[in-house]
């Protein structure tokens, strides 16, 4: 008897992604993404009917009718300071980075879209608020699409490059996606290199990664060293590993998380051996870019 096939692309590149390497003749592109989320949560303080507090190391339980003051302060912490340490250590690096903006998070603190824009990082879309998405109607995750859009290009003047939900993509995700002009597509978790889509090079996919994520600081790693050993290790694996073409290194940011005095030390040491090492650290933007045009070529 033969399973019935899944409507999924397992095979990809295979043992033999193509040939294509980053500017400089660079193996790595080292792609840095803020997650501008920290006052876009879900809260009671907003009247919705969940709390969304639970992303750091504060401990606490949710109360059913009443505000945490305690678990709040944690998240703002990373519009207050976080957020700051971030882009200054960006900025010492001279490492262009890319912005998945929650649109409420920009509202609440607008000074972040004009730092976000003054430093000429790639802006992009996160959603109104960090919310989930996959149980919503195509209807309405479309018209939250086309709002976060709105929102976020009325405070940064940038119309956002892509559109990245909390929870993934549903069957119809793609289409509003492509119908509102976005880009590319950075939700999936299925590679290290760029690939086109189901609909083809309509909106290619940049993969994202989950272990090279500061929310591993909550868990795996509770020390800057042991999360900057990881994605060095990671860094140089994607630099020697003997096959073709060229590799992606995605790197989850969190102004609450990697922000801290105790973490933004990961970061400092990333950035050095990336360019000790002659990566290309780029935007997603820009590594679309250039993949989608050496792939047509």
Not at 42 to 47: E, I, L, Y
Request: charged share 25%.
């Amino acid at each position: 008897m033969t399973a019935h096939p899944l409507p999924r692309d397992l095979r990809g590149y295979g043992e033999h992604p193509p040939e294509v390497l980053w500017p400089g003749g660079s193996r790595v592109a080292v792609s840095l993404v803020i997650n501008v989320e920290d006052g876009s949560e879900r809260s009671r303080a907003r009247g919705d009917d969940a709390d969304d507090l639970g992303a750091h190391w504060t401990a606490h339980p949710a109360h059913p009718h009443q505000r945490n003051l305690d678990l709040e302060s944690a998240f703002e912490y990373g519009a207050r300071a976080g957020i700051w340490r971030l882009l200054r250590t960006l900025r010492r690096h001279d490492a262009p980075a890319t912005a998945f903006c929650c649109a409420a998070a920009l509202e609440a603190n607008p000074r972040i879209a004009e730092a976000l824009v003054r430093d000429g990082h790639e802006i992009a879309d996160h959603g109104l608020l960090w919310e989930p998405h996959t149980l919503l109607t195509p209807e309405d995750e479309h018209a939250r699409m086309v709002r976060s859009r709105e929102i976020i290009e009325e405070l940064t003047g940038r119309r956002p490059t892509t559109w990245y939900s909390r929870d993934g993509l549903t069957e119809h995700s793609r289409s509003s996606m492509i119908a509102e002009g976005f880009r590319y597509d950075a939700n999936s978790f299925n590679d290290d290199v760029p690939h086109a889509g189901p609909d083809g090079l309509a909106l290619p996919v940049i993969p994202y990664a989950g272990d090279t994520n500061d929310s591993a600081l909550l868990r795996q790693y509770p020390t800057a060293a042991s999360f900057a050993g990881h994605l060095c290790d990671a860094l140089d694996m994607l630099l020697d590993d003997p096959r073709e073409g060229a590799g992606v290194l995605s790197v989850g940011l969190h102004p609450r998380l990697i922000g801290r005095p105790a973490y933004i030390g990961a970061l400092d040491a990333l950035l050095r051996r990336a360019r000790e090492k002659g990566a290309w650290i780029a935007t997603r933007e820009q590594i679309a870019e250039h993949w989608s045009t050496a792939i047509a070529a």
